[in-house]
Nanobody, 126 residues
Framework: EVQLVESGGGLVQAGGSLRLSCAAS????????IGWLRQAPGKDREGVSC???????VYAEFVKGRVTISTDNAKNTVYLQMNALKPEDTAVYYC????????????????????WGQGTQVTVSS
């Protein structure tokens, strides 16, 4: 059974940093793309970043230069390091996974995920 558990959210001032963690179980990163998506109140969910099975990252334009996605395969954990946070980054952040057997190992999407964690709240104060 695929399970994803996020942690690391919280309240931070604008300009601060947070590192989100996603502990995964029931699968290996060799076979799945992992994404971080977020949803702010009253807004649609949007992709923030993803990492492909081969470790290739993708970032949404609105976080490029401020966010780094990484994995620790030994711990089966994915991290999202977020720096220079802005009030508009306030949202519930979700970790998600999808198997993409028809795509190469270097591909990951910013949407279309099958498995989801429960989310972690990130609040950035001005």
């Amino acid at each position: 059974e695929v399970q994803l558990v996020e942690s690391g959210g919280g309240l931070v001032q604008a300009g601060g940093s947070l590192r989100l963690s996603c502990a995964a179980s029931g699968f290996t990163f060799d076979d799945y793309a992992i994404g971080w998506l977020r949803q702010a109140p009253g807004k649609d969910r949007e992709g923030v970043s993803c990492i492909a099975p081969d470790g290739s990252p993708v970032y949404a334009e609105f976080v490029k230069g401020r966010v780094t996605i990484s994995t620790d395969n030994a711990k089966n954990t994915v991290y999202l390091q977020m720096n220079a946070l802005k009030p508009e980054d306030t949202a519930v952040y979700y970790c998600a996974a999808v198997a993409l057997p028809d795509y190469g190992p270097g591909y990951c999407p910013l949407g279309g995920y099958d498995y989801w964690g429960q989310g972690t709240q990130v609040t950035v104060s001005s």
